[in-house]
């Protein structure tokens, strides 16, 4: 029974929470975080089972690449602001008698919004920690059981009949004498009594489903408040596409603020148009911001067609959303592709047949899927490995960040229900892991802006090994594509797998 | 009917109609009972202590297993009386009881039992809105207030039960009631005024609303208990007890350490926070009695009118002006509770704990509600005559 004191306060938290974090994550479909770090000198493979309501309890498993770890600590608190200073008392995760790599824990995810789950670890190598971001959010309401639905209606009405039948002896016995039998008009009257408490307890039962509709359809609002907002978009002069958000409650707009949203490696909104149905075209856009709340890019040359729209921003206390819609276009003669821009077009999903495990790359060379030939199955955490050989078969030497990572990529369920953008670090947003990474500065609640805790990215321009993973995990079963994007030589290529998870 | 019953006299009365049924002595279903009520208020105060503390729970905190114990003990104190006046043959028993689909028992039994069985239905419904709408955030939910309404009807069971048992009591026993039901009488209070947390709490102690809820919750099971004690000062006593139980609360749970063992954590928590500084209601209680001391042959309306806004003003007198110390860095201790906060509390960070909250926006709001309070306030005080009234008369 915890409690919120007044109304004041309530709308307070309320404003907080939203402002701190109206969006859900920079993904579709795909609740679960998985992330992959470096906790000082141990490396981690972490995974967040975000609950279904919230509040509700998180499952939490750690995989450790090394033995050498003795005990780690888990603990929820919010990315940042207030609420990040003091932690909770840790919970210990448990070790695996049979696989003492692997810990596991629950952590109760009290509010909605951007929190981080803190890990602790102990080895013999010392201490390390880092921080895991989460976007909490519900993703739906449970209906009632048919069993416990009809238990409880019958106590129910077991309850409301003994109220009036109570009531009907208190009136008729409750204040005779010892030995004394009730007379005729006492009789009659408890009967009287009798009616009136069962229109009472109707009353009653009518005021309880009432205020249970109105509990219901509150947090059914704000359950749908924390989905996607849709995508809205205008074609200004044939090739100039002006995408803003719109969600159907008016209170979303006013916490999640165009004007306000950070730069995720580099960009503050990562558009993706996919051509529907197929899957068969991929751009990787990143708009500008203009006035009024929206953001508009110079479209490249772009055939006519359906596209499925995913465009991820991050707010400013780092919870990140994806804008979700549908653009029909028609031909678009644009401009060519630069900067962090890039594309794909190949095969439709429907050409494939099941999964795929090589992908011809544009540039004559090809990149592979190092996976095991055991069938994929859905909420299962992987590391999905990727390599790259060039034209003649060898690994190439011209291997650079793309957007300062090692490679993106996108995890898309052949029906758009799944939308996931993925790095070598895992699910999270890579802005709410710069905001995670921070430490605040003591009570007044300021933040030091870029103190490394733990994890050092991989954001040099050095070159890189013709191999990179992404941690993840299918969310249900079905069919998928996998774009994979790296970066050779100042061009971007594309990798394309279609999976089939059990 | 019930206008004319002079204050005092069906306790008397009635004793003049002792049979075999005579009370010499508490029974022990009754010491059971107010062992099971005593458990659930302590155990109800240190659960909410516990959510604004530690925060994370399981059905086998020792703060729920004292609330589970109050079904437990009733029930089986219940369930005694009713088996043994039913198939028991004690014809004693069965003269000074009441009849229920054909079970036979005395009638406060019989309403404990729908109490616990109330109680026994919210568990299950509790544990399914959490998974539909998550876990525990607030008191005031419908499984919640399905489980208050159990324990309520456990009290009313209890008082109803110790109220007949009066009727035919000698000295001693009834002595020994007296005390035991201005005890359960008192809790009563102490439950209406835990649901009014929200609308009591201090910064919205100069609300208008604060008064209405006070005055739509407080007035029943106030007046009631006491007016169904028919004694002098009862009103006094029952709010007495109401402040010593809470002041109890505030000064013995924060000498227990606790941390928080959920996140967000926004208040260094070192040890179990309370609720605050009871409400004043000593003050109109015992301005209530002095009003009854004078008024005993009026009729219950006549009574009602003046009882309801009395209870009102004279506790609108006090509270008011003590909110303003509340305010006020004097009252930051460990004596009136002011500088406790739950861990949970964004207090300092969102806004300032110190300052009254406006709930009315106008003038034109403020009064009409206030007059609102006023009016309600004398129908609830009819109700607690009312009650008060019908435990006054209760024999089985």
Request: hydrophobic share 50%; with cysteine.
């Amino acid at each position: 029974m915890r409690m919120f004191r007044s109304h004041a306060r309530m709308i307070a938290v309320l404003v907080t929470m939203l402002a701190a974090a109206l969006s859900l994550s920079a993904h579709v479909g795909s609740p679960d975080v998985y992330y992959e770090g470096d906790a000082g000198p141990y490396h981690l493979f972490v995974t967040v089972r975000v609950p279904q309501v919230i509040p509700g309890v998180a499952e939490i498993q750690i995989r450790c690449a090394t033995k050498d770890v003795r005990a780690i600590q888990i603990v929820p608190m919010r990315l940042t602001g207030a609420g990040s200073h003091y932690p909770p008392t840790p919970d210990l995760a448990r070790q695996s008698k049979e696989d003492p790599q692997f810990f596991t824990g629950s952590l109760w995810l009290m509010e909605w919004g951007p929190l981080k789950v803190r890990v602790w670890v102990d080895g013999a190598k010392g201490k390390g920690e880092l921080s895991v971001p989460v976007p909490a959010a519900a993703q739906r309401t449970f209906k009632m059981e048919r069993p416990l639905g009809g238990l409880l209606a019958f106590l129910m009405v077991f309850l409301a009949i003994g109220m009036i039948f109570i009531a009907g002896a208190a009136v008729r016995e409750g204040n005779l004498g010892p030995g004394e039998t009730p007379a005729p008009g006492r009789v009659r009257r408890a009967r009287v009594v009798m009616a009136l408490t069962a229109v009472v307890v109707v009353g009653i039962l009518y005021l309880g489903r009432t205020w249970w509709s109105s509990e219901a359809s509150n947090y059914q609002r704000r359950v749908n408040l924390f989905k996607p907002p849709s995508a809205e978009t205008k074609l200004e002069n044939g090739k100039r596409l002006v995408i803003w958000p719109k969600s159907q409650y008016p209170e979303w707009s006013n916490y999640v603020k165009m004007e306000e949203v950070i730069p995720d490696h580099g960009h503050l909104m990562h558009l993706f148009l996919i051509g529907a149905p197929g899957l068969d075209r991929m751009w990787h856009l990143h708009p500008e911001r203009i006035a009024g709340g929206a953001f508009a890019e110079e479209l490249p040359s772009m055939p006519a067609g359906q596209y499925q729209i995913f465009a991820d921003i991050v707010d400013k206390d780092g919870f990140p959303w994806t804008l979700v819609g549908i653009v029909d276009m028609a031909q678009i003669n644009g401009k060519p592709l630069a900067g962090d821009d890039s594309a794909w077009s190949g095969a439709t999903v429907a050409a494939q047949t099941g999964d795929s495990a090589v992908s011809q790359l544009a540039d004559g060379g090809r990149m592979v899927w190092r996976r095991s030939t055991d069938p994929l199955r859905a909420n299962v955490p992987m590391n999905f490995k990727f390599s790259v050989d060039d034209k003649d078969g060898n690994p190439p030497k011209d291997m650079e960040p793309y957007m300062g990572m090692a490679g993106h990529a996108e995890f898309v369920s052949t029906d758009m229900s799944v939308f996931a953008h993925v790095h070598p670090a895992g699910s999270v947003s890579m802005a709410a892991l710069e905001l995670a990474r921070t430490v605040p500065a003591g009570a007044s609640g300021e933040l030091q802006a870029g103190i490394p805790m733990a994890m050092p990215m991989s954001m040099s321009n050095a070159p890189l090994p013709p191999e990179v993973s992404f941690p993840y995990g299918f969310p249900h079963p079905g069919d998928y594509r996998i774009f994979v994007q790296i970066k050779r030589a100042g061009v971007v290529e594309t990798g394309v797998f279609d999976a089939r998870v059990q | 009917m019930a206008d004319t019953i002079p204050l005092g006299q069906p306790l008397q009365a009635r004793l003049s109609e002792r049979t075999s049924a005579r009370v010499e002595s508490v029974p022990w279903p009754i010491w059971c009972m107010i062992a099971g009520i005593t458990s659930s208020l302590i155990g109800g105060h240190w659960d909410i202590s516990w959510h604004m503390s530690i925060g994370r729970d399981t059905f086998w905190t020792p703060a729920h297993i004292m609330i589970q114990m109050n079904g437990v003990l009733v029930g089986i104190a219940c369930a005694y009386m009713i088996l043994t006046t039913t198939f028991g043959g004690d014809a004693a028993s069965q003269s000074v009881s009441v009849k229920i689909w054909g079970f036979r028992g005395p009638l406060g039994a019989f309403i404990a039992t729908w109490g616990c069985i109330a109680m026994l239905t919210s568990a299950p419904f509790d544990n399914w809105w959490h998974n539909a709408y998550g876990l525990d955030v607030k008191i005031v939910s419908p499984p919640h207030m399905l489980l208050s309404l159990g324990s309520f009807a456990i009290k009313v069971g209890a008082m109803a039960l110790m109220a007949g048992l009066m009727s035919r009591a000698g000295e001693a026993a009834r002595r020994k009631l007296t005390w035991l039901f201005i005890f359960v009488g008192a809790d009563c209070v102490v439950q209406l005024g835990t649901i009014l947390t929200d609308a009591t709490w201090p910064v919205n102690l100069h609300t208008a609303r604060c008064y209405l809820s006070v005055a739509i919750a407080i007035p029943p099971v106030l007046i009631g208990a006491a007016w169904g004690l028919g004694r002098r000062w009862a009103c006094t006593l029952v709010a007495g007890t109401y402040s010593i139980i809470l002041l109890a609360f505030e000064w013995i749970l924060p000498l227990i350490p606790a941390q928080p063992k959920l996140g967000p954590v926004y208040q260094n928590i070192t040890h179990l926070v309370p609720l605050h500084f009871p409400l004043l209601l000593i003050v109109p209680a015992v301005f209530l009695d002095l009003l009854w001391n004078k008024t005993e042959q009026w009729g219950r309306w006549r009574l009602a009118v003046v009882s309801g806004p009395v209870f009102v003003l004279s506790f609108l007198a006090v509270q008011w002006p003590f909110a303003n110390f509340l305010m006020l860095p004097a009252a930051r201790n460990w004596f009136f509770g002011m500088a406790y906060f739950a861990y949970f509390d964004p207090a300092r960070f969102l806004y300032d704990p110190y300052k009254f909250q406006v709930v009315e926006n106008t003038p034109g709001i403020f009064w009409k509600t206030m007059a609102a309070a006023l009016v309600v306030s004398i129908m609830t005080a009819r109700l607690g005559l009312a009650w008060g009234d019908w435990m006054r008369r209760m024999r089985r």
